[in-house]
């Protein structure tokens, strides 16, 4: 069933305010990709004529694009809203995690930076951007996803969400997470996107860029993150991203859309998830799953 933008509105404009309402120290994680900045637009309009209550944290794994981080600073600025960064440099200087040299990408070391920061800032409700449609183990996150003290979820300990009541009471060693765009799928996203007028980073949309192609086939923009290997193909192409992550794990890929209408045009004919498109979600069948369970968001 297809639910109107405006139903899809309510319902997040809803689970936000449950979220300032049922908690002291309720944060956004905020990556700067077009789900965070639709997660920013709904928080300003829950709460007008009042500013979001929400302090926004990042979690840098120091292998981002440069443009995200840029419009992260100028989104914010612009918001007025209270950012603060967490490094997973930082992460691994104090020894708190450690790089693998056979892996270039940061994502899943930023899963302790996470936990580090909630602990630090004592954050009880983590609010994200996640959706149920991006990837299997997200299709059975609750609105209100409860973790446990080490940030580990557990899919079968999740509390029944009946009649628009959300439970959001804590033991002393738990903690949750907030997903206030459960519903909506990325065709959701990107309309929602064109009906407010959203700012999303340029990466979205085509541009030229230099790549690398790896022997199976799967996309890389080249950056000095990643060591090239000489059976590589560095190519010149206009490309586009579906997902803002890691330099390390974002693939692009050919695209001539330069607009948000021609973005949607082009999903609509799309059959795939844009979490395909994801380098860190095919290291195995359960790996986002693993992931969660060990704190990841």
Not at 33 to 42: I, P
Not at 101 to 119: E, G, H, M, V, Y
Request: hydrophobic share 35%; net charge neutral.
């Amino acid at each position: 069933m297809i639910r109107p933008l405006s139903l899809l509105e309510e319902e997040a404009i809803y689970i936000l305010r449950e979220a300032a309402a049922q908690f002291e120290r309720p944060t956004v994680l905020f990556s700067g990709g077009k789900d965070s900045m639709c997660l920013l637009h709904l928080c300003q309009k829950a709460f007008l004529p009042s500013n979001s209550p929400f302090l926004v944290l990042h979690i840098d794994t120091g292998h981002n694009f440069p443009e995200t981080l840029a419009f992260r600073d100028n989104v914010t600025t612009k918001l007025g809203m209270q950012l603060i960064v967490r490094g997973v440099e930082e992460s691994i200087r104090k020894g708190r995690v450690k790089e693998d040299p056979s892996n270039s990408s940061r994502n899943t070391l930023q899963t302790q930076t996470l936990l580090d920061a909630i602990a630090e800032l004592k954050i009880d409700a983590a609010i994200g951007g996640g959706r149920r449609d991006e990837e299997k183990s997200r299709a059975k996150e609750k609105f209100f996803s409860i973790r446990q003290k080490s940030g580990g979820w557990d899919p079968a300990q999740q509390r029944l969400e009946a009649w628009n009541f959300y439970n959001g009471h804590l033991l002393d060693d738990q903690s949750i997470r907030v997903f206030p765009l459960n519903n909506w799928s990325e065709l959701d996203v990107w309309r929602y996107i064109q009906m407010e007028s959203i700012e999303v980073p340029s990466l979205y949309f085509s541009h030229r860029r230099r790549c690398v192609i790896t022997p199976d086939q799967y996309w890389l923009p080249e950056s000095s993150y990643i060591k090239i290997e000489k059976n590589w193909k560095i190519i010149d192409e206009e490309v586009r991203f579906r997902t803002v992550g890691d330099m390390t794990c974002s693939s692009p890929f050919p695209s001539k859309a330069k607009t948000i209408q021609e973005v949607i045009k082009e999903l609509e004919a799309s059959c795939n998830s844009e979490r395909s498109s994801r380098l860190d979600d095919k290291s195995g069948q359960y790996s986002m799953e693993d992931r969660k369970r060990q704190g990841y968001f």
